[in-house]
């Protein structure tokens, strides 16, 4: 059987993906980013992003075609985001995969962006065996899943109450006084820094937290922790070392991250876990969990940085894996939905 060939769109925040993918290989992967508008504000502007994907969809779509060698009617079909994400970003991916599935007579797939976070580290490590574990840590999102079927059966295990990891960092960053985005930041000079300075809360790992969030997570109180240190050092009227606060606060959100992951990983029985979303680009997160695994026989697959980012190329890919095992396209009238629940891969 030849291996589908699908075109990925993706645009439900503030990149502009497009992918081409030919069952487990990635062919084109062009992505138009507009963090650049959003660093004045200290965060995502849904209007602005929305803007700049009408800018950037065209552009980023021919530049995906030239890199591939293809032309759009080569394919066999369609793949979009249609959400969880920003209701306005995901309408103009919709409304070009929507325009292009029309005008090419190809079947359109209404993707899950968080399970394709999942699929695109086959176009990585090449295909996983199932069942295997995932951890999605973004700006968005923070959930452990038990992915069955990549398809039609992804289980949530954990996820966060409040903030997500990725949306603490930016936080935190702003607190020391760091550009937005936070993440790549706080890596950085936590390098520098002692990350046992400054004793940080682990949200949600004992007592009767346990029973009822075993495998959720909470990154709000810890926040609110380093606005505290930071207000005290403030007025003690001593110099703040955003070296060691970066990094007692990053190893505090990786520490809880790994042990929870650990522990699901050993209660389900899973032997692979990917790691996916922004956040799974942080070294320091990477060598914790890869450390702990190791301890526990747990294989861990991380894509890398430029795949674990919002991307194209991932939404092609779990498109792929839906063509391939013969699922049923999406209708034309395909809606966004903002809030699609990680347990919905597609929209059938």
Request: a negative charge; one cysteine or more.
């Amino acid at each position: 059987m030849t291996e589908p060939l699908i075109l990925g769109i993706e645009s439900s925040c503030d990149e502009t993906g497009v992918g081409i993918v030919r069952g487990a290989e990635m062919l084109a992967n062009a992505v138009a980013s507009s963090v650049e508008e959003h660093v004045r504000f200290g965060g995502v502007v849904p209007e602005v992003a929305s803007r700049a994907h009408l800018e950037a969809m065209v552009p980023t779509l021919e530049q995906a075609y030239e890199e591939a060698g293809i032309r759009v009617q080569d394919v066999d079909a369609i793949a979009v985001t249609c959400g969880p994400g920003l209701t306005g970003a995901l309408l103009v991916g919709i409304a070009a995969a929507k325009a292009l599935a029309l005008a090419h007579n190809k079947p359109l797939y209404g993707i899950n962006h968080l399970v394709a976070h999942v699929a695109v580290d086959q176009l990585e490590h090449g295909r996983f065996t199932e069942p295997v574990a995932a951890l999605l840590v973004s700006g968005g999102h923070t959930s452990l899943l038990m992915v069955n079927d990549i398809t039609d059966d992804v289980r949530l295990i954990g996820e966060t109450i409040d903030d997500a990891a990725g949306e603490a960092f930016d936080k935190v960053a702003r607190l020391l006084g760091l550009p937005y985005p936070g993440g790549p930041h706080i890596d950085r000079i936590a390098h520098d820094g002692d990350p046992k300075a400054i004793a940080f809360p682990r949200a949600l790992t004992g007592g009767r937290d346990m029973d009822k969030h075993r495998y959720d997570f909470s990154f709000s109180g810890l926040k609110s922790a380093v606005a505290r240190h930071v207000q005290h050092e403030d007025r003690m009227k001593r110099e703040i070392s955003v070296a060691d606060v970066a990094a007692s606060f990053q190893d505090a959100v990786c520490d809880v991250l790994t042990k929870k992951t650990m522990a699901a990983c050993n209660a389900e029985g899973a032997k692979t876990l990917i790691i996916g979303g922004g956040v799974a680009a942080n070294g320091r997160l990477r060598h914790f969990v890869e450390t702990e695994a190791l301890r526990h026989g747990i294989t861990v697959r991380v894509p890398r940085p430029g795949l674990c980012t919002d991307n194209g190329a991932m939404v092609a890919a779990l498109g792929a894996e839906l063509v391939r095992r013969g699922r049923k396209p999406s209708a034309l009238d395909l809606p966004a939905d903002s809030s699609m629940p990680v347990t919905q891969v597609y929209a059938a």
